[in-house]
């Protein structure tokens, strides 16, 4: 019996179990004080009043907006806000507004658990999250047993889709892995390679295992394979200076961007010189470096999404994002774009028409959507599994004259 089974089964029973909702579910804010709060009057007013709206359907997201992964958790806030707002100018979905409320977890299990039940209090019926792996995982479990569909963003590992109700929108971490030995053997840019990665890290030691595999496989010779902790993220001198000793060609950075800065910055002062290659996970460090950017110049890394990218749906998302936001879009925020419109997709495809439908029937309804619906997003076309994982193609960038380029 396949791990979804049960929950396919279920979704046959969603006509007789729209009666209730989960938690206690508020009405959406009508004091304008938000970017969607504008959206959804700014539709009123096109559809002809209020009265022809049927109410709001409440999707929940937690992430880091505050301490060291901020970038990534205000991108994902910022891409799902985006496409929420244009949602609802368009008038909703099946004649509701979607409302999206948002707790900050600081990248913190134990925090990310508490705002669950927070979003919980406040009617949650939709989990679009959370935005890092860990946390993802310790909500996962809360999840189940409330039987929450949950959709996340960015949380890479594994685990973060081993329950039914769970899907994916970016890579998993042993794709990312395999994904990169791939490239880096395909385009031939290098033989000889050096990894530093956390230990500590399910992110970075998932990508690393299955990296290593397939560079085997691939005929790429791993050197040498250097670790840290997360509490001994401050000092790489040791790491770096046997990577010197290595003869490595290219250093894959299977890491998050502030480590990625840090070493970057440590590698240049010890004069090693070098290509570098990571994964999602570095999407951010050309700001984190600040003034110090061109050390990461000529750093290639593989990603759903290249905000330079003159595909038409990618360059109007960071259009849009830009003149939202005032800022570039990261592979954060559009993989939180798509999320948002595959949640709408399943949404139709399910014929959810009462936005007061209680979260465990809903969640029953959307988990049978997923496995029905294609979605041409930002990231990529994508279809998904009964293993929550999506199908779409990686992109490779690198960063040139302080900003992301494609490969491609």
């Known amino acids: 019996m396949t791990k979804r089974i049960i929950a396919l089964a279920l979704a046959a029973l969603l006509s007789f179990a729209m009666l209730t909702a989960c938690g206690d579910k508020q009405p959406a804010a009508t004091d304008g004080t938000t970017a ?34 901020a970038v990534y958790g205000n991108n994902v806030k910022n891409g799902a806000q985006l496409a929420v707002d244009e949602i609802n100018a368009a008038g909703g979905v099946n004649g509701y507004y979607l409302d999206f409320k948002f707790q900050d977890d ?26 890092t792996s860990a946390p993802c995982i310790a909500v996962a479990a809360v999840a189940l047993d409330d039987n929450m569909f949950m959709l996340t963003p960015s949380g890479s590992a594994v685990e973060c889709v081993a329950n039914p109700n769970a899907f994916r929108i970016c890579f998993s971490d042993p794709d990312q892995g395999i994904g990169s030995a791939d490239y880096i053997a395909e385009h031939q840019l290098a033989s000889k390679i050096a990894v530093f990665y956390n230990v500590s890290d399910v992110y970075s030691t998932g990508i690393y295992e299955k990296f290593a595999a397939e560079a085997a496989v691939k005929g790429l010779e791993v050197v040498t394979a250097q670790a840290f902790t997360k509490d001994s993220a401050t000092d790489f001198s040791v790491q770096i200076q046997k990577i010197k000793e290595s003869g490595a060609e290219l250093v894959f950075l299977p890491i998050y961007y502030q480590e990625a800065s840090l070493f970057l910055e440590q590698a240049a ?35 759903p999404f290249v905000a330079d990218s003159k595909e038409e749906k990618s360059a109007a998302f960071t259009a849009a994002y830009e003149k939202a936001f005032g800022e570039t879009p990261i592979q954060f925020a559009a993989d939180a774009y798509d999320a948002i419109y595959t949640i709408k997709a399943a949404l139709e495809e399910a014929n959810v028409t009462d936005p007061d439908i209680d979260c465990s029937s809903l969640s029953d309804a959307l988990t049978a959507a997923m496995l029905k619906i294609t979605v041409d997003g930002v990231t990529g076309s994508m279809t998904w599994s009964e293993s929550g994982e999506p199908t779409k193609t990686p992109k490779a960038m690198v960063i040139k004259d302080g900003t992301y380029a494609s490969m491609d």
């Open 36 to 69: 969607s709060d504008s959206a959804v009057s700014d539709s009123t007013d096109a559809t002809g009043g209020a009265d022809e709206v049927k109410g709001t359907l409440v999707i929940g997201c937690i992430g880091p907006i505050t301490g060291a992964a």
């Open 106 to 131: 600081e990248h913190d299990a134990e925090k990310s658990v508490n705002a669950y039940n927070k979003l919980m209090d406040e009617g949650m019926q939709v989990l679009m999250g959370t935005v």
């Open 269 to 303: 002062a010890a004069g090693l010189e070098t290509k570098y290659f990571g994964c999602d996970g570095l999407d951010g460090v050309i700001g984190q470096l600040g003034d110090k950017a061109a050390l990461a110049e000529g750093v290639m890394l593989l990603t």
